[in-house]
């Protein structure tokens, strides 16, 4: 190496001169010290990935470099002297530093001499070129591990066409999580919506298909499938209110263009994706557009007043209609490849980052969906299909008349006889989405509460047993690792916790839920969680922290709330001091939602249970981010240890 006026080595600037300086300088060496031939292999793939330089502090700071690289659970330190020209075994290493960065590991394995070392922020060098004049150091993760992720939908991301999408601002929330340190980005169900059940994401005419508004439109530039200068068309200004009629005409657009252009044929290898995709999603796609396309036609999405002949899917006129809308059928399994690759491309980007993805799974799905038309057999209709009873939940904390959804109930004999078939293949759909899957209302699996057709609130329903074991035995055959998140919510009996538990699958802690007049013995309660627990502040059917405090909690739950933490809490600090609790908990993972770090009020609530109108439209602003709310995040994961 070149030597610069101070007398220290040249600092080196390029991976070129870095992986020459390894090559050329260190394998050599450490060939001579008959270090073993696979970690000569694995120092040598070290550099290939992506790195970042550490900074080097003290006496000798010139004298040597360090990188980093990490991912998830996978912390790497390399380091070396620049030698052999000014000789490094006399070198005095003393105070001399490498900076460790912010959230890596504090216990480290040497992986030539495989002693521990432990870092509080900086590693002595001395500690690394004691023995050999190579430090390669593999990180010791916190045991048990514990987590931290936030909960904000797609469509509250900011963006420029009336809701979130899986554009700029997805990829710019994903990298805020990353520099926070949240290992988790926790969503809401991706599946079409409409306006008919105010845009619910848990009300569905398709279990297998994705929200097309999610689509980005710079993504589709990108793919050349759009002009850019087509992309500000249907720009909107900034809002903290989702607009989901101008989103969805705004994509239906954009996605009109990308077809005319997609059908020029200029991208061989997009064509092939398309048509593999096809192949792939052939189970549910073709129902899926022909609803559709049928709904649009008969200008009725209640397939149940469509034609009779249509109604009762009539092979041979169907199959003619089929032949007679080939190209509109095709466009609107164009929509969901479009959907499926950038999700997919997202999800990367997110997994790429050491974030990933907590998808959630409606249990239930809407009667005028493709599903129930396409598949009837597995619901519990009657002889004309009209439904024969309907699902719901019985008085709760949400709603003293209980919740009545109005969806149709499985018939779970049937599914048994298939092997579950449907329900496999609606997991293994959203496995592709998600990293970790959250069941919606897992109680249901274990009894559901089954209400008369008719019925105009959900008091008068009982409680029928579920599949159970059964369901969940041929689920965990075909998904060994069982990736899944019970949410035990509710109305819970002890047969809830027996399918839970013996399954190990984490359950669900709602801090809002844990300062009722029971607090000691309530599960919610902070002191008594468990590890295998996701813990929340509160979910996006409970209010924000502060709307709750304002004015659902009460002068005596406020106590209780006071009396566990200590201190005097007001409007002000009342998030900050819930999630501090949740940051706390023993539970594996605290997820907070986004609008209790930015101490919003219950205007910025996501859902009402039991309401259905005004749910789902909380936006967060592009400027609500500040570099103070990422200092306090990052703050607080480094004090809790979940990273």
């Known amino acids: 190496m070149d030597k610069d006026q101070a007398g220290g080595t040249t600092p080196l600037k390029s991976k070129r001169e870095i992986l020459e300086s390894f090559n050329e300088e260190v394998i050599p060496y450490l060939k001579t010290r008959s270090v073993d031939a696979k970690l000569l292999d694995a120092l040598s793939g070290f550099l290939k990935k992506s790195y970042i330089p550490l900074n080097v502090r003290g006496r000798q700071k010139d004298k040597l470099v360090a990188f980093y690289f990490a991912h998830r659970d996978d912390h790497q330190i390399v380091a070396w002297p620049l030698y052999p020209r000014e000789g490094s075994e006399g070198v005095d290493w003393a105070d001399t530093y490498i900076e460790v960065p912010p959230l890596a590991p504090c216990k480290w394995e040497d992986q030539l001499t495989k002693e521990t070392i432990k870092t509080t922020g900086s590693l002595d060098v001395r500690d690394l070129f004691e023995n050999v004049p190579l430090g390669c150091l593999k990180g010791l993760p916190f045991q048990p591990a514990r987590r931290a992720g936030v909960l904000m939908h797609v469509s509250s991301l900011p963006g420029d066409y009336g809701i979130g999408d899986f554009g700029p601002g997805a990829k710019a929330f994903i990298d805020f999580l990353q520099a926070t340190g949240q290992r988790y980005w926790q969503i809401l169900p991706l599946s079409v919506t409409d306006s008919l059940v105010d845009f619910s994401p848990y009300s569905s005419f398709s279990a297998f298909a994705g929200n097309i508004s999610f689509v980005d439109p710079v993504g589709l530039a990108e793919m050349g499938l759009l002009e850019e200068e087509e992309l500000s068309l249907f720009n909107l200004e900034p809002s903290d209110k989702a607009d989901f009629l101008n989103a969805e005409k705004a994509k239906s657009f954009f996605l009109k263009k990308a077809w005319v252009n997609f059908k020029k044929g200029r991208d061989e290898e997009l064509q092939k994706r398309f048509e593999i995709f096809q192949k792939k999603e052939g189970f549910w796609l073709m129902d899926f557009a022909l609803f559709v396309i049928l709904s649009k036609q008969f200008n009725e999405p209640n397939w149940q007043r469509w034609p009779k002949a249509y109604r009762l899917r009539e092979e041979i006129l169907l199959n003619q209609w089929i032949l007679h809308h ?21 999800k990367e980007h997110a997994n790429q980052r050491g974030v990933d993805i907590v998808g959630d799974m409606p249990i239930y799905i809407s009667y005028h969906s493709a599903d129930v038309w396409a598949h009837p057999e597995l619901f519990r209709l009657k002889p004309d299909k009209s439904m024969e009873a309907v699902a719901g939940v019985p008085p709760d904390y949400f709603n003293e008349n209980g919740q009545l959804w109005g969806m149709p109930l499985f018939d779970w004999k049937v599914m048994e006889e298939s092997g579950y078939d449907w329900w496999l293949r609606r997991i293994g759909k959203n496995l592709e989405w998600f990293d970790l899957l959250r069941l919606d209302h897992f ?55 027996h399918l839970r538990d013996r399954y190990a699958l984490p359950g669900m802690k709602v801090i809002q839920f844990g300062f009722d007049e029971n ?35 009460g002068k005596a739950t406020i106590k209780r709330f006071k009396q566990f933490t200590g201190l005097k809490l007001t409007q002000k600090n009342c998030c900050r001091e819930m999630i501090r609790v949740a940051y706390a908990s023993t539970a594996k993972l605290s997820v907070i939602p986004m609008q209790d770090w930015l101490a919003l009020d219950e205007q910025s609530r996501m859902n009402f249970p039991a309401t259905t109108n005004g749910n789902w439209r909380w936006r967060m ?17 480094k004090v809790f240890g979940r990273y």
């Open 443 to 497: 109680r249901g699996f274990s009894a559901f509460w089954e209400v008369p057709a008719q019925s105009e609130t959900a008091i008068n329903g009982k409680w029928i047993k579920g599949p159970g074991f059964s369901l969940f035995d041929a689920i965990q055959k075909s998904f060994p690792q069982m990736p899944f998140v019970a949410e035990d919510l509710g109305k819970i009996d002890q047969d809830v916790f």
């Open 326 to 346: 080939q190209e509109p059928i095709e466009e609107v399994a164009f929509q969901q490849f479009i959907f499926s690759e950038q999700w997919q491309s997202l």
């Open 621 to 637: 602003k592009p400027d609500q981010v500040t570099p103070k709310l990422r200092k306090q995040i990052l703050k607080m994961v």
């Open 519 to 553: 607090m000691p013995f309530l599960d919610h309660a902070p002191c008594n969680h468990t590890y295998n627990s996701i813990v929340y502040t509160g979910t996006h059917d409970n209010n924000t922290v502060k709307g709750w405090f304002r004015h659902e909690a």
